[in-house]
């Protein structure tokens, strides 16, 4: 079992930036696959950026690509989303979130991942 924690969130202004952490503990990290989701208010929780194992292989929802970033470093526990250009759209509660992967692929859903840190605040203002 592997525990999650968030941290980064803030208030920004609309074209502004934001760097997200999460840090793991627990079981070995590089056995697992990472995500980051999102959920916005009245609204179902959603794919933001995906991770594998060794970090050779991300994909990104069409609505963040070219703006955000997902990278780990597995020798510090550590996966971070860097934000930039953000929009007000992308006002949401952030997740971090992992599933025990036995290889390199990607997976976009909520259901394949089982473990999910609390959650931090994002708020973009226009």
Same mark, same amino acid.
């Given at each position: 079992?592997?525990?999650?924690?968030?941290?980064?969130? *803030?208030?920004?202004?609309?074209?502004?930036?934001?760097?997200?952490?999460?840090?793991?503990?627990?079981? #070995?990290?590089?056995?697992? *696959?990472?995500?980051?989701?999102?959920?916005?208010?009245?609204?179902?929780?959603?794919?933001?950026?995906?991770?594998?194992?060794?970090?050779?292989? @991300?994909?990104?929802?069409?609505?963040?690509?070219?703006?955000?970033?997902?990278?780990?470093?597995?020798?510090?526990? @550590?996966?971070?989303?860097?934000?930039?250009?953000?929009?007000?759209?992308? #006002? !949401?509660?952030?997740?971090?979130? !992992?599933?025990?992967?036995? *290889?390199?692929?990607?997976? @976009?859903?909520?259901?394949?991942?089982?473990?999910?840190?609390?959650? #931090?605040?994002? @708020?973009?203002?226009?």
């Amino acid at each position: 079992q592997v525990q999650l924690v968030e941290s980064g969130g *803030g208030l920004v202004q609309a074209g502004g930036s934001l760097r997200l952490s999460c840090a793991a503990s627990g079981r #070995t990290f590089s056995l697992y *696959g990472m995500g980051w989701f999102r959920q916005a208010p009245g609204k179902e929780r959603e794919f933001v950026a995906v991770i594998s194992r060794g970090g050779s292989n @991300t994909d990104y929802a069409d609505s963040v690509k070219g703006r955000f970033s997902v990278s780990r470093d597995n020798a510090k526990n @550590t996966m971070v989303l860097q934000m930039n250009s953000l929009k007000s759209e992308d #006002t !949401a509660v952030y997740y971090c979130a !992992a599933r025990a992967a036995p *290889g390199m692929v990607v997976r @976009t859903q909520v259901s394949d991942y089982a473990y999910w840190g609390q959650g #931090t605040q994002v @708020t973009v203002s226009s």
